[in-house]
């Protein structure tokens, strides 16, 4: 029986990278939740994500992340995995 863990890690981008970032992140398939913040710490976005979910909701996230990537000059990207152990 597998055991599972989460694990987070976070990222410095500029807004013009944003959402390359965010592809990224998506494509490496374990992640559960991402949240986006500004240079002040504040939560701009949170979005949970499930293996359902993603492929419904991936249109509009990316939007709504391009549109925060037009207003933003820096973000941190905060991504929390799931890891086998």
């Known amino acids: 029986m597998s055991k599972y863990h989460t ?3 976070e990222f410095r981008v500029n807004g013009e990278e944003l959402v390359a970032k965010i592809e990224q992140l998506l ?9 986006i913040k500004d240079k002040e710490g ?3 976005i949170e979005v949970p994500l499930t293996l359902g979910v993603v492929g ?7 939007a709504a992340i391009g549109a925060i990537a037009a207003l ?4 941190t990207v905060v991504v929390e995995k799931k890891t086998d152990e």
């Open 7 to 9: 694990g987070t890690e």
């Open 27 to 35: 494509h490496e398939g374990n992640v559960r939740r991402i949240i």
């Open 72 to 75: 933003a000059a820096e973000v």
């Open 56 to 62: 419904a909701i991936l249109a509009p996230l990316l």
């Open 42 to 44: 504040r939560t701009l």
